[in-house]
């Protein structure tokens, strides 16, 4: 693991299985502005590690034994500790998002997304963006029922459903009244928000999630 500068964001990997472990703190190490401070292989132990390293960013796994990932979030919350803890698994079952959301998670991804993408999504965790892999939030929205887990207004749905429709940013301008600037910035939050790489995958999302 490299010597963390101050300007990067402090990692810590949690998962029982080593070579996953291993294997994602070392594609996360080497990307620009992240600094792996650390792996645990289960939720007992990430709870030490977090208190000993205060990281900006904790990468949690769901099912461990010991203590899950979630059961660890939230005693690190009861603990006051302020690591965002984003929930990475390859499970997609509503439950365990409906659990990770109470707890106070950051996000919910599964474990198949590209080295580059897990360090954007580390990096919009610690700027306060919640995350949340499409096919979860979908999972999560059919367990809420009518309750938005995405954290998308009202205006960016509408902007959704017309990205998803195929307009560009002026046809949408033109259609909800607003500046090209505002759309663009609509558009990215949007993607941030779901932790989505482009306009086709939000409308992938849109479909599966009935917006159109």
Known sequence: MKGDRVSDV??????DQQLIRESIAALLDIQPGIAV????????AAVELVVAEDPDVVLMDVR???MDGIDALA???????????VMLT?????AYVVRALKAGASGYLLKDRPAVELAAAVRLAHSGVVQFDPAAAAR??????????????EREVDVLRLVAGGRT?????????????????HVSRILGRLGLRDRTQAAVYARDRGLL
């Not at 401070?37 to 007992?44: F, I, K, L, N, S």
């Not at 005693?75 to 803890?85: K, N």
Request: charged share 35%.
């Open 10 to 15: 402090r990692v810590v990997v949690v998962d």
């Open 169 to 185: 940013n002026r046809e949408i301008a033109g259609r909800l009244h607003l500046s090209e600037g505002t759309v663009k910035n």
């Open 90 to 94: 390859t499970f997609d079952d509503e």
């Open 37 to 44: 401070v650390g792996t645990a292989r289960d939720g007992e």
């Open 64 to 66: 461990m034994p010991v």
């Open 75 to 85: 005693e690190l919350r009861r603990r006051g500790e302020r690591a965002r803890v």
């Open 140 to 153: 999560l929205a059919s367990a809420l029922g009518t309750e938005r887990p995405d954290g998308l207004t």
